[in-house]
C-alpha cells in the first residue's frame, strides 16, 4: 500500500532454552511453566507479596493451570534442541521478522541460562549466516 516508504525492521522477543538434549528441553519447558505460573499470579495480582515475594504456588495450582503447562511453554516458546530452534526461528524468519531476541530470564539456574545461550551461539547463530 504504501511503496514508497521503507519497510520497517520488526524485531521478535522470545523465551528462548536451546537444549542440550530432548531431557534437557522438558526440564526448560517445566522450569517456564513455573515461571509464567508465578508471573500471571503476580501480573494478576491474586496472591499476596511480602517484602518483594509473592506468596509460593503449589505444585497442585501449578500443574493445574490450562495455559502455563509444560506442553504449551515448549509450543508457545523457542524451547527444543538446536535443530528445533533452527526451523522455529526460519519460519519467523520467513514472516518476516528482521531480528530475534534471546528472552533468558525464566527463573532457571545462572548455570542453566549460560549454557543455553553458548548454545545458541554455538549452534544455532551459525545457521544464520
Given at each position: ?8 525492521q520488526i ?47 503449589s505444585p ?70
Amino acid at each position: 500500500k504504501f511503496s514508497e516508504m521503507p519497510r520497517p525492521q520488526i524485531m521478535l522477543l522470545r523465551h528462548t532454552y536451546v537444549a542440550s538434549s530432548e531431557d534437557d528441553a522438558q526440564v526448560a519447558a517445566d522450569e517456564v511453566n513455573v515461571f509464567y505460573n508465578y508471573f500471571g499470579a503476580w501480573f494478576k495480582n491474586e496472591r499476596p507479596v511480602s517484602k518483594g515475594m509473592i506468596k509460593t504456588l503449589s505444585p497442585e495450582e501449578i500443574a493445574s493451570h490450562p495455559f502455563y503447562t509444560p506442553e504449551a511453554m515448549r509450543k508457545n516458546n523457542v524451547i527444543g534442541t538446536p535443530e528445533e530452534v533452527i526451523a522455529r526461528l526460519k519460519a519467523y524468519e520467513k514472516l518476516g521478522f528482521d531480528e530475534y531476541s534471546f528472552w533468558i530470564d525464566t527463573g532457571m539456574s545462572f548455570e542453566r541460562k549460560k549454557a543455553s545461550l553458548e548454545r545458541m551461539i554455538n549452534d544455532v547463530m551459525p545457521a544464520f549466516k
